[in-house]
């Protein structure tokens, strides 16, 4: 079973502030994801990479950057957080082309 | 944009019982992901599939991309069978996932 891991698992963080949410795979998978579930919206797709040193836009990635250093990690980064980004937010890796995708067990994240 | 249609959006089942879980999609997708999402709210890959019909234990899935939608059956529910189920669907063009709303299961004694 693909490995997807994350932290912090839970997180407050005041108006304004940066935060950082950091995951790792053990996979080697090439493709990374981040998404984020709020009530009555499912998971969107806010980033994703294709392998170490690339980022692309999702669908909802205004306020966020991400950053692929290495093949095992990909990192989401607010760097003003806003209450309008309290979310829980999903991880996952994906070998790439048609391919199953793994979820890390998310970060539910409180922005006051 | 790409869109998933999921229903029903809640459904109450009995212990024994079964039912079907469907995901219509607007665009043409290549495969599709179904997770049940557990209390705890880790999602659980239950099923991947990029054509026809996969079972696992009590569960089934179909996925017809001609006529663009997945089905998950579920048969003789117990309990731990309550949750959030989600489909995801991969459109053509590149591996993202596109979630519909989730089903509410309840299974009920």
């Known amino acids: 079973e693909a490995a997807v891991t994350q932290s912090p698992r839970n997180k407050v963080a005041v108006t304004g502030g940066k935060v950082t949410l950091s995951c790792n795979q053990t996979?080697?998978?090439?493709?990374m994801y981040w998404y984020r579930q709020d009530t009555g919206h499912g998971l969107r797709l806010i980033h994703y990479?294709?392998?170490?040193?690339?980022?692309e836009k999702g669908d909802i990635p205004d306020g966020y950057k991400a950053s692929r250093p290495s093949q095992e990690n990909f990192s989401l980064i607010l760097e003003l957080a806003t209450p309008s980004q309290t979310s829980v937010y999903f991880c996952a890796s994906g070998g790439g082309g048609v391919d199953t995708q793994y979820f890390g067990p998310g970060t539910r994240l409180l922005v006051l | 944009g790409d869109q998933v249609e999921q229903s029903p959006s809640a459904l109450s089942l009995h212990e024994g019982t079964g039912s079907a879980l469907r995901c219509n999609f607007t665009t043409t997708m290549r495969a599709v992901q179904w997770f049940q999402q557990n209390s705890r709210g880790s999602l659980i890959n239950l099923f991947y599939l990029a054509s026809g019909t996969k079972e696992n234990g009590r569960l089934k899935s179909t996925f017809n991309s001609k006529e663009s939608y997945s089905t998950l059956h579920i048969r003789d529910a117990q309990l731990e069978d309550s949750g959030t189920y989600f489909c995801a669907a991969e459109p053509s063009s590149f591996s993202k996932l596109v979630f519909g709303q989730g089903t509410s299961l309840s299974v009920v004694p």
């Open positions: 990479s294709y392998g170490a040193g690339s980022t």
């Open positions: 996979n080697n998978h090439n493709n």
